[in-house]
Structure formats: structure tokens, C-alpha cells
């Protein structure tokens, strides 16, 4: 199957300070990325739409200027926590969709822990 | 607004039972759907893509089922085993995006 690659896999961090993750999808080339956080036994939710080469899209009561994400080619998304905070701990999951239209695949990334002291 | 349940929550079953994990989502018009399995502090990996218009996927041990106009999808895994112990979260996928489920944590005792 696809490959999604994510790093770092584990970042820890003082708090205030900045840190990219990034996404990139080895094997195809992916028009759209998505950012998940995931907290402790619980669902993924859903924080942006990444396109490639626009803006990204954010859900409702996700900061946009606290979490950047930057899709600049078709295979790489990043997302930089700004200043970041302990109540921004979590778990950051990157996925991309392989093939356009309605019918592509979702293929995930293995995930970043971020840990802000 | 989309919303996607898994039931059960928690399932623990002793090693070579088979097993139904289930899923229902309220809006019907999806494009597809799709089964991944989660290890602890891991990323999802994908078990099985069912588009709108199919009604089942195999691979292996795995059977999927879509039943689009009841909102309902079940992961059937035959002679389940200790290393099929994960969480599966399904997804559904609407116009724009992904909606995942609340997930099935399942421990398959040896």
C-alpha cells in the first residue's frame, strides 16, 4: 500500500516555543492532506484540510494562526505549533488521500507525539 | 452534520472466535468508507476501502459490509488472534472530508 511518512514521532519542547511536523506521502502524489489530533482513548478530530499549492481549510475552533500548515508541493504538508502550550500535548497524525476524485484511499502517517513542558 | 458511532466501545473475546465490529453513521450520502486498525501510539493503518457503490471488501481473515441506505457498516474477523488486538475506527468519507468513528478497542486473549 501507500506510504505516509511523519516526523519527528516524538518532540518534546519548552513552552513558547515552535515546532514543524512534517508529512510527506513517498510513493504518490497527494492533492490534499489532512492534520488529525488525537487525544487519550479517544477518536481522531479533524483540525485542517491541506491542499496543495491554497490555503489551508481549519474546522471550527481550530486556530489558524496557532497551528500552520503548509502544503507547498504535492507530496509534502507541514504543521508548525506556534508558541506552543502544555494544553497543545498531543497527538498529531498526518494523512493523504492517494488517486482524486471521490474514490481515493486514506493513508496515514505513524504519528507525532508532542510533549510542551 | 455527520455523525459516526462504533459499538461496542470494548470487546475482549479469547483467541479463534469470530467477531463483529459495527459502525452507523446518520447521513447517507457518503463516497465511501473506510475500516483501519490503531496500535497504541501508533498512526492508522488502513484494513479495508469500501466505495458507495459496493457492498462488501475481503482481505483475508477481514469481511466488510456497507449498507449505505440503513447508515451501517460491520467488520467481520474470522479466527480472530492475540496480534488482532488493536482499536478499529472507521470513517466515512462526505464531500469534503473524513469523519472517523469513536472506535472498537478490541484485546483477543491467547
Avoid at chain 2, 57 to 67: F, I, Y
Wanted: charged share 20%; hydrophobic share 35%; net charge positive.
Amino acid at each position: 500500500g501507500a506510504v505516509v511518512s511523519q516526523h519527528p514521532s516524538r518532540v518534546i519542547c519548552k513552552s513558547g516555543t515552535s515546532v514543524k511536523i512534517e508529512c510527506r506521502s513517498l510513493d504518490f502524489q497527494a492533492t490534499t492532506m489532512f492534520w488529525y489530533r488525537q487525544f487519550p482513548k479517544q477518536s481522531l478530530m479533524l483540525m485542517a484540510t491541506s491542499n496543495e499549492g491554497s490555503k489551508a481549510t481549519y474546522e471550527q475552533g481550530v486556530e489558524k494562526d496557532k497551528f500552520l500548515i503548509n502544503h507547498a508541493s504535492l507530496t509534502l504538508s507541514t504543521l508548525t505549533v506556534t508558541s506552543a502550550h502544555p494544553e497543545d500535548s498531543s497527538f498529531y497524525i498526518c494523512s493523504a488521500r492517494a488517486g482524486t476524485g471521490t474514490t481515493g484511499e486514506l493513508f496515514f502517517g505513524e504519528g507525532s507525539r508532542l510533549t510542551v513542558l | 452534520k455527520q455523525e459516526v458511532t462504533q459499538i461496542p466501545a470494548a470487546l475482549s473475546v479469547p483467541e479463534g472466535e469470530n467477531l463483529v465490529l459495527n459502525c452507523s453513521f446518520t447521513d447517507s450520502a457518503i463516497y465511501n468508507l473506510q475500516w483501519f486498525r490503531q496500535d497504541p501510539g501508533k498512526g492508522l493503518t488502513s484494513l479495508l476501502l469500501i466505495q458507495s457503490s459496493q457492498r462488501e471488501q475481503t482481505s483475508g481473515r477481514l469481511n466488510a459490509s456497507l449498507d449505505k441506505s440503513s447508515g451501517r457498516s460491520t467488520l467481520y474477523i474470522a479466527a480472530s488472534q492475540p496480534g488482532d488486538s488493536a482499536t478499529y475506527l472507521c470513517a466515512v468519507r462526505g464531500t469534503y472530508k473524513y469523519i472517523f468513528g469513536t472506535g472498537t478497542r478490541l484485546k483477543v486473549l491467547a
